[in-house]
């Protein structure tokens, strides 16, 4: 029988979900980290009882364990990303003893984000000025719109064909991407009423190098992972360790949009890919993550948004600010609403025939010196830290805390 446990952040995203993901990597009998949602975009922060610090995007956050990745056919995958990634987990790697790089696994249906969505992505965001989404500028939500579009889709199974068939292949591969950069991108842009570009991202859109380059990439990619369905890539492992990215408040149905990410960001993809399996499951948790306090990281509204950040001792060396999705936006923890969020998530799934035990994992309690500030039922209060992760257990109904004093794993207790 398989256990699975299913790390979910229940709010904005960045509430310390490779963190969740790196310790139950190493607490979990022979486990593997599914990734069900999202994209590229995800920045998942790990840092090793030694020390090293990795940001997480297109890797499973269990990586630094040699845990291996699963990409289901919910991720976006973005072979441009994959490989600057791939060079950076190797200067970590190079300083273990006996390094064992970690295997990634693929969904053949997984869509593929090429670099024109991410071209459109950040031309589209730097236009809206004020207006901005929230978008990291990577292509998620544009690779997702492309691929409604028979015609321009673009699949990792159609990506084994520069591995099956040579320079047959190849030809294949580079006219769908220049027929995505003729057409869709053109087509795109007269949707969207863009009819200025920038010089230099117009000379990067007209670039044959930029074609070449991708194509390689792509070609790369199909080489160094393997290419399988969820129930072979799990069929060895006791630990099914789903690795959720963005938060609940950024469900693509919830109530923010359009200031939301194009995915499900709980539940309902996990669900989905365990249905087959349901026979050898013995259990699911899900870890609903959530920081002392609530962070946004891009534009959209953040109820009961403080001007500065609610503690001094605060370092967030992740979330830096940027052109796309500006500085790192701060309010106190609504109790209230951190129960509604999981409520609402769990409901989704509750005729799915699992038997779903919550969790919470509260991350950051080192940083707050003296008492939690938080929000319960719309009035401000404060709390020991105790007492704090008593009033949680209650307003949620949820008794299973995990609770993080520090950066690393070694700082993550149950409670």
Sequence with gaps: MKMAKVVIGANFGDE???????????????????????????GHTVVTTQGTRHVFSHFGAGSLLGVPTYLSQFFAVNPLIFFKEWEELKLCFCRKKNPVFPKVMVSENCMVTTPYD???????????GAGRHGSCGLGFYETILRNQKTEYQLTVQELLDLKRKGSEG?????????????????????????????DNLLSVLQSDGLLEDSLEQMRQFVDEVRVVNFETAVKDFDTLLFEGAQGLMLHQSYRYFPHVTPSNTGMENVVELLTPLKSEISEIEAVYVTRTYLTRHGAGPLPGELKEKPY?????????????????????LDVTMLKENVDNDLERVKN????????????????????????KNKRKQSATKKTFLQVLQQVTGIEELYVSWGENRNCVDRY
């Design 352 to 375: 799915s025939g699992f038997s779903i035990k919550p969790a919470l994992a509260i991350t950051c309690l080192n940083q707050p010196q003296g008492n939690i500030v938080f929000i």
């Design 170 to 198: 190849r030809y294949k591969i580079r006219k769908k991407l220049d027929f995505i950069r003729q057409s869709y991108v053109k087509q795109r842009f007269c949707q969207l009423g863009i009819t200025m570009v920038d």
């Design 312 to 332: 001094e001792n605060i370092v967030d060396l992740t979330n830096q600010p940027n052109e796309y999705q500006g500085k790192l936006r701060f309010a106190y």
């Design 16 to 42: 310390g979900k490779g963190l969740m993901t790196d310790y139950f990597g190493a607490n979990s009998k022979n486990p593997i980290v599914i990734r069900f949602n999202g994209g590229a975009q995800a």
């Design 118 to 128: 991410m071209l459109i992505n950040q031309v589209v965001e730097s236009q809206r």
